[in-house]
């Protein structure tokens, strides 16, 4: 089952990014509800399965050539320690999260969801840098790809859940309270992934 966590908890460090999507996801629990939120989140893990299919395929293909795993090794390390440390910042200076705006409407919010995904900055960065060097690490077997693709869609569809009809119901967590909460268990999941890349790549490289 390692490899199933393995990818449920690397989904949770892409989805705690205060980024689009969670704001988006913000504006709509409060305006709309818990289940519109659900599906504009549940929208943005079909993009994130997107980008997740074409870096395994990337990898898959790039992971026999030793230059190419050095550099994964490398950057993928170097960058996740850089995202912990911007997580860090977050806790202790958290920035209040921009709700201003027309939510999504009713109508097309898988769609909507599936879009921000695609088009976030930092969702971009995060899979051609730490997604595609965690890849490299888990997705050698097709055995335990499987494993960890499904943790991955797990681990968006809970945060979706979790997220959508938890800020619904506790709108007094909203703010920098949040901001701070997200911030630190990002910074320690980034901060394990880092460390897990790291040791696996000191092993084999």
């Excluded at 293909?61 to 977050?90: D, V, Y």
Aim: glycine share 12%; aromatic share 12%.
């Amino acid at each position: 089952m390692k490899p199933f966590w393995s990818g449920f908890l690397l989904s949770l460090s892409l989805c705690l990014d205060l980024g689009l999507v969670n704001v988006a996801t913000l504006r709509t629990a409060l305006q709309r509800g818990g289940t519109a939120a659900f599906l504009l989140g549940l929208g943005s893990c079909i993009g994130d399965m997107i980008y997740f299919s074409l870096a395994i395929f990337g990898a898959a293909a790039l992971a026999a050539w030793a230059p190419f795993r050095w550099t994964l090794w490398i950057l993928g390390s170097a960058t996740m320690l850089f995202l912990a440390w911007r997580m860090a910042k977050e806790v202790l200076h958290p920035k209040e999260p921009d709700l201003g705006g027309p939510p999504p409407g009713k109508r097309g919010l898988l769609l909507t969801g599936m879009g921000l995904a695609l088009a976030s900055p930092s969702a971009i960065l995060w899979f051609a840098a730490v997604g595609g060097s965690v890849i490299a690490s888990f997705g050698r077997e097709r055995n335990t790809l499987a494993s960890f693709a499904a943790g991955f869609a797990a681990g968006g569809l809970a945060w979706a859940a979790a997220f959508g009809y938890g800020v619904a119901t506790l709108r007094t967590l909203l703010g920098k309270t949040l901001v701070r909460g997200l911030s630190l268990v990002s910074a320690l999941l980034f901060l394990y992934f880092a460390a897990v890349v790291f040791t696996r790549g000191l092993r084999d490289l």
